[in-house]
């Protein structure tokens, strides 16, 4: 194996974004509403001193129950940044994968019809996992069922790890120049 530091690179972008992803849809799974805001219902006083001197003042003074747009934005802006670094490591990692594949030279030695699945796949996990956050920062509501919201992108995320873990496993962790027969 040779040294690669743009592949090097590659996999640090991969891992920071694959943890971001994981800990966020896994924060979301758990807690199920870790979108809304937390506050307690303001009891408006209207009347003599004596309702008003009935309910605590900290009751009072709190604010109503809604759900914060802002954090809804957070937490999909967050999740479209992790899938792009993602993506990004991805490219970098499988740069020459990637080439084979573009050139139409994929049919070599350990890069067969399976490295098109798999780039497939990968491809198809992270276009769902930006589309799926957009589309949430464009409702700029908290899902309806979280926890099911949370399971698809954990699923997504399942299927790019699955991949990953295999390729690792099979010690396809550099890939060299050699691979890719460019065409002038």
């Known amino acids: 194996m040779a040294d690669d ?8 972008l991969i891992a920071a ?3 971001y992803l994981i800990v966020a849809y896994a924060a979301l799974a758990t807690k199920g509403s870790v979108l809304h805001a937390t506050q307690a219902l303001e009891l408006e006083v209207i009347g003599t001193s004596d309702v008003s001197s009935t309910v605590p003042s900290a009751t009072r003074t709190q604010k109503p129950h809604h759900r914060d747009p802002l954090r809804v934005q957070h937490f999909c802006v967050g999740n479209v940044v992790a899938a792009a670094l993602l993506a990004f490591g991805n490219i970098m990692v499988y740069r020459i994968v990637l080439a084979e594949q573009l050139l139409g030279t994929v049919l070599t030695w ?11 796949l990968i491809i198809a996990s992270l276009v769902f996992l930006i589309a799926h956050n957009l589309v949430l920062l464009g409702s700029a509501r908290p899902p309806r069922s979280p926890r099911h919201f949370a399971a698809r992108g954990l699923a997504a995320l399942c299927v790019i790890c699955v991949i990953l873990f295999a390729k690792l496993g099979m010690g396809t962790i550099y ?6 027969q ?3």
Do not use: E, K
Not at 5 to 12: E, F, L, N, T
Not at 175 to 180: K, L, P, T
């Open 17 to 19: 974004g694959l943890f």
């Open 110 to 120: 350990g890069h067969g019809p399976m490295a098109v699945a798999t780039t497939i």
């Open 182 to 184: 460019c065409r002038s």
């Open 175 to 180: 890939y060299s120049n050699d691979f890719c």
């Open 5 to 12: 530091p743009v592949s090097d690179i590659g996999y640090a």
